[in-house]
């Protein structure tokens, strides 16, 4: 019988390996992860020797019912699936903690919000690079 082999990447795909599953991960990344807030949303972030990023996301009762959370999971995953630069990131276990005030806010805000947390990680250009 031959191995099992996970699918070539293709596209905007987000693959299950590129998504926290356990608990452990999750908290590792608070515990000694670093943070970035947005008004919307905090992003913590830890190191992993994976080679690649790792997307978590989670959301208390207090962001709303969990029609509300859930939808706001899918914006996040689908922002991050979507945006261009995700394969520059570093191998980073990434965990995006959604405020209630995400609950009231526009898609396109959130997603921007998100964006500009997930670009503050690219690593920098040299200088010679950005001239």
């Given at each position: 019988?031959?191995?099992?082999q996970d699918?070539?990447?293709?596209g905007?795909?987000?693959?299950g390996?590129?998504?926290?599953?356990?608990?452990?991960?999750?908290?590792?990344?608070?515990?000694?992860?670093?943070?970035?807030?947005?008004?919307?949303?905090?992003?913590?972030?830890?190191?992993?020797?994976l080679?690649?990023p790792?997307?978590?996301?989670?959301?208390?009762?207090?962001?709303?019912k969990a029609?509300?959370?859930?939808r706001?999971?899918?914006?996040?995953?689908?922002a991050?699936?979507?945006?261009?630069h995700?394969g520059?990131?570093?191998?980073?276990?990434?965990?995006?903690?959604?405020?209630?005030?995400?609950?009231?806010?526009?898609f396109?805000?959130?997603?921007?919000?998100?964006l500009?947390?997930?670009?503050?990680?690219?690593?920098?250009?040299?200088?010679?690079?950005?001239?």
């Amino acid at each position: 019988m031959p191995e099992r082999q996970d699918p070539p990447p293709a596209g905007e795909r987000l693959h299950g390996r590129e998504r926290l599953r356990r608990r452990t991960d999750y908290l590792r990344c608070y515990r000694t992860g670093r943070r970035r807030y947005g008004n919307l949303a905090i992003l913590y972030h830890a190191p992993n020797d994976l080679g690649h990023p790792r997307l978590g996301i989670t959301a208390s009762r207090k962001v709303g019912k969990a029609v509300v959370r859930q939808r706001l999971k899918r914006r996040t995953r689908e922002a991050y699936r979507r945006w261009p630069h995700r394969g520059r990131l570093p191998a980073l276990d990434l965990v995006v903690h959604l405020k209630p005030e995400a609950r009231d806010s526009e898609f396109r805000a959130f997603r921007d919000e998100l964006l500009g947390l997930f670009a503050g990680l690219l690593p920098r250009e040299p200088r010679e690079a950005r001239r």
